[in-house]
């Protein structure tokens, strides 16, 4: 899927000042970014939207907040870049796994293997003077 536009509909912004390095600075100016997803409103497949839905809140909105960098530009590139990520992960189908029967040559081996084991174990214990 190709990135979603910071303008998409379903997206709202809001901005908050960070903690972190950066001094004065970091308290007067509001660049961390909280990306709310409103995941109803997004254009994408049913089943991709469930897995979303399952990460978001009660109100199926989900909250991406970022606060890595010193620029809120970087920051919010960072947001979208981890919406996208969740994105594709949420698009991902796992391979359906077969449960298969093992070979009769391969259950014959595994058969031979444990009476070779048992005949060493039978072998081991005292030895009685036959005397």
């Known amino acids: ?57 009660k109100d199926g909105t989900l909250v991406i907040v970022a606060r890595r960098y010193k620029s809120q530009l970087q920051n919010r590139n960072d947001a979208l870049a981890r919406l996208d990520a969740l994105i594709a992960k949420a698009r991902f189908v796992p391979k359906v796994r077969r449960a298969t029967k093992p070979t009769r040559a391969s259950g014959e081996r595994r058969l031979g293997a444990k009476k070779v084991r048992s005949d060493v174990k039978k072998t081991r214990g005292r030895i009685s003077s036959a005397d």
Do not use: C, Y
């Open 1 to 57: 899927m190709a990135s979603l536009s910071p303008s998409h509909p379903a997206l709202e912004w809001s901005f908050v000042t960070a903690g972190g390095p950066g001094g004065q600075h970091v308290n007067k100016v509001a660049t961390a970014v909280m990306l709310r997803v409103h995941v109803a409103a997004l254009d994408i497949p049913d089943r991709v939207a469930l897995k979303l839905l399952a990460k978001a809140g």
